[in-house]
């Protein structure tokens, strides 16, 4: 029987999963439930505690050593709770404790998904070997998670990497954050799409509007497409340039559904890179796109499990490294 | 004799600064030239042995174990090399090699001064006691420097927390550097004075220029001065709040000539920060003035050699604490 193995928990909108995951990160089992999103939190906590359940009854499971957990943010790895803002129920739910009385006690760790899937990144895909990194995932949302000094950051309360709600235009936009010009308010699929729209774009007969269906236009030679996903990816440069300026970080690691546009996201952005990034310490700075796909959260959950434990009695473990 | 001394030198455009460092970081010995720096890359180094000299002509120096060299940018710690703006002599200059010789084979450690001064605040001043903090000079340009889990980071080429060019405004006006909307391009001294001027501002007789006179104007409440300083400050504060999302910093000690403005920058700069530091987690971030006057570069280059060694054989320390 394996041994030193770890439960992953990876909390979204949408679906809650959970796997035991090996030390070469390989999923040996997984279980999935809906998330509940718009019920109670006990009823959310309760789906939660049935896909432990369900990994628990394998003969797997007395392998198992810790729990890892990537949850929609916000998180507070300090308190070890969690506000996820599509699961309205959960503000400052305590997750941690509610999860290690779950499972017997084991130690667990709490780190937002963003810093899940640069973990992920770090361990099996495009940011494997490199010592200071930034991951992104561009979807829904913009996310991210930093790599410093060859080790996952997740901050002190699980959240560092945010760099979705960083302004790159001081003038700009309202975001539903609260800021002004958020990455987020002109890269994420939705504002890819909205700015297309507005522009005049037109989606094809079965109404797909997804940042996918204007990514199809562009490749077709769309202006309207182009230019929407050209917008998108300057305040990503400049994002990106700002990390590295901040933290001198080699690579940027993009993903996310977004990034599934392939060129017609990564050529402008590489592009707008040389805008952005000017300064003689951060020109040889890379982006390229992400290799763990939608087992990203899972295997990042398992390697943040690693970093340390949260909550009260723990610390988020800035300082641990991953196995 | 003091021993576990260290040497340290502060190199900019216009000194050429040294001095005997305590563990206390009390400066025991000073020694200073004026930086020829309009002369060839020999004369420019004479300066800074002549400097080395006085120094070690004092009865305290073989109690000196280590030098730290904060220097203005852009270094490349990691090659031990410095390529100041000011400079123009000196270009991938190998100034970590050339002080290790002048000295007798002393490890020598080099920072850019912007992650000098961090270290002197975190050493000495008003991010004390804090683990993750960002530290700007605010100045004739803008720089900084980051704590992270309760350590300098200097990055790999000893030039992390560079704030002064990422861009708060991906279609603001071009930079020298060569991106757009950087923020040294919006709140330095000279763009305050720049914007104020632009506005219809006049010097009062005698013909100051500064941002120390456009402060003085905005404390005797003209609308164009105060305007100059408020844009200026929203700029920090985006630049700011950027850092708190990507790395968790509690504090930003902003120092350098422009934060002797006082109120009439840190007020404007406080409210800019409640619009752009919206997240959860960056919320409870505060802005506070730098403690050290103007040997924090001294001081924070001593710091810095704890750090570790930098240049061919050694590294920039990342991983080093601080003494």
Redesign the interface.
Known sequence: MPTNLVAALDIGGTKIAGALVDGDGRLLLRAQRPTPAQEGAATVMAAVESVLAELAGSPLWPGASAVGIGSAG?V?ASAGTV?PVNVPAWRDFPLVERVRRAVGGLPVTLVGDGVAMAAAEHWQGAARGH??ALCLVVSTGVGGG?V??GRV?P???G?????G???????GERCP?????CVERIASGPSITRRALAGGWRPAPGGDISAAAVAASARGGDPVALASFERAA??LA??I???A????I?TAVVGGGVAGAGEVLFAPLRRALR???????VRGLTVVPAVTGTDAGLVGAAAAASLGTSGPGGTAG??GGLS
């Open positions: 916000p507070d506000s010592r200071n930093l410093l000094d950051r901050g002190p309360t959240n560092a990497g945010h760099i709600h960083i302004s790159v235009d001081l003038d954050c609260g800021g002004r010009g300057r305040a400049a994002a340039a700002a990390t300026a901040l933290v001198e080699e805008d952005y990034a000017t300064l003689s310490f800035a300082d």
